[in-house]
């Protein structure tokens, strides 16, 4: 009975990833983020919405089926593919952040 509840717990909540996966994919905005942000979208922020619904769709497929075999593998290398698309966003915004300071710090030696 416990794991029934454990079950439909970690499907709402893959569920609520998954509609947060769609929203990031399709709409594109950050809603952690202010809204004084510009209205173009970063490619890197679709990637993010891609890999959640690659990551939490597996995983409701996989606790509502309970796959064996070659099945359970697939769904897996789906889970380590939207890993990895984390990994890359997560490099990209390290990156545009270290841009972004470069060039405050370009511009305030310029202004001097």
Known sequence: MATTYIQVISL????????????????GKRPWRGGGERAEV???????????ILVFGSAMVQ??????????????GL?????L???VVVYLEARAGRLASHEDRLDSRLRD
Not at 79 to 83: A, F, P, R
């Open 12 to 27: 709402g909540l893959a569920s609520l990833a998954l509609v947060m996966g769609a929203y990031l994919l399709i709409i």
């Open 63 to 76: 606790v509502i089926t309970q796959p064996t075999g070659v099945e359970a593998e697939a769904l897996g």
């Open 42 to 52: 970063a490619p890197r922020v679709r990637l993010l919405g891609l890999s959640y």
């Open 85 to 87: 698309i984390v990994i």
């Open 79 to 83: 889970m380590v593919l939207g890993g």
